[in-house]
C-alpha cells in the first residue's frame, strides 16, 4: 500500500508561523520586563530622593560621615536590577588588586556590584590566599529595586547601609577577612536601622509571641545571616555574631541613643 505523500509545503508554513508566533512572544515578554525594570527603577530613585531630602537619620549619618572625614561619592546609593538574587540591597562589592601583575585595580563593572555570588567570592578569596591578590571592599550602597515593597523599606534599607558606611570610615574594619568585624558591623545595622522593630517583623510573617527581647533575636538572626554571606565566616557565623553581640548592640554611634527609641 502506498501512503499518500506529505505536503511540504504545509508543514514549512505551520513550522515558520510557530517560529513567528513564539519569536512574537518573546519579544513581548522582554519588552514587558524592560517597562516593569524601568518603572521599579524609577520608583527606587523617587524613593531614595526622598530620603535623601526628607529622612532625618539619612541626612543625619550623611552629616556624620563628613563629619569623619568622609565624603561620600555623588552616586554612593544607586538603585540596581539585582536578578535572582533576594537581597533587599547591600554595601560594597568586592575589588580584586591584582599584585601578580601590574598591582592596578581590577575595576568591577558598577551595575554588577550585587550580582557577585558566593561562587564569585570564594574564586576571589581563594586567589588572594595564594597570593595573586588583594581584596578591598569599594564603599557604595545598592538597592534592589525589584525587591522593595515601599518607601519605608528602601529608607531602613538606606539606614542599615550608611551604619556600614560609618563603620568602614571610622575605623580600619576588614569584613572580608575579619568576620568579627563583620559580625559587628551587621549587628549595629541591623539594630539601628529600625529593621528589626516588631511591626517589621509581623508585616515579615512572623508570629510574635515574646515581645520583650524581639529585637535581639531578630538582630542576632539577621546579622548570622549577613555574616554567611562570606564563604570565610560562613561555617561560624552564629559563633562570630555570639562573640561581638553584647559590645556592638549597646553601640549605637554615631547617635547618642537608639534612633528609634522616642
Not at 517560529?19 to 512572544?25: D, G, H, L
Not at 572625614?69 to 547591600?90: A, F, T
Not at 578591598?136 to 545598592?142: G, H, S
Request: charged share 30%; glycine share 4%.
Amino acid at each position: 500500500m502506498s501512503s499518500e505523500p506529505k505536503d511540504h509545503n504545509v508543514d514549512s508554513t505551520v513550522i515558520a508561523a510557530a517560529t513567528a508566533e513564539s519569536k512574537r512572544k518573546a519579544e513581548e515578554a522582554k519588552r514587558k520586563a524592560e517597562v516593569k525594570n524601568a518603572k521599579e527603577k524609577e520608583t527606587c530613585e523617587k524613593y531614595v530622593r526622598n530620603g535623601l531630602n526628607r529622612n532625618v537619620t539619612v541626612q543625619f549619618l550623611y552629616e556624620r560621615l563628613l563629619q569623619l572625614g568622609c565624603s561620600p561619592p555623588e552616586n554612593l546609593i544607586r538603585c540596581l536590577d539585582c536578578k535572582d538574587s533576594q537581597r533587599g540591597g547591600g554595601f560594597g562589592a568586592v575589588e580584586e588588586i591584582d599584585v601578580a601583575t601590574t598591582g592596578e585595580n581590577r575595576k568591577i563593572n558598577k551595575d554588577d556590584s550585587c550580582a557577585q555570588t558566593k561562587k564569585d567570592i570564594d574564586a576571589l578569596l581563594a586567589k588572594q590566599r595564594d597570593g595573586g591578590a588583594k581584596l578591598k571592599l569599594v564603599p557604595e550602597i545598592y538597592l534592589c529595586q525589584q525587591h522593595l515593597r515601599n518607601e519605608t523599606h528602601a529608607q531602613e534599607a538606606m539606614v542599615h547601609e550608611l551604619i556600614h558606611a560609618v563603620d568602614m570610615c571610622r575605623t580600619k574594619m576588614d569584613p572580608i577577612k575579619n568576620c568579627i568585624h563583620l559580625a559587628c558591623t551587621e549587628i549595629r545595622a541591623e539594630n539601628l536601622s529600625g529593621e528589626c522593630h516588631w511591626l517589621r517583623e509581623v508585616q515579615n510573617g512572623r508570629l510574635m509571641t515574646d515581645i520583650v527581647g524581639h529585637g535581639a533575636k531578630c538582630v542576632k538572626r539577621r546579622a548570622a545571616l549577613s555574616v554567611k554571606a562570606n564563604p570565610n565566616c560562613a561555617n561560624k557565623a552564629d559563633e562570630y555574631v555570639d562573640a561581638a553581640f553584647a559590645t556592638c548592640y549597646k553601640d549605637t554611634f554615631p547617635f547618642d541613643r537608639h534612633p528609634n527609641l522616642r
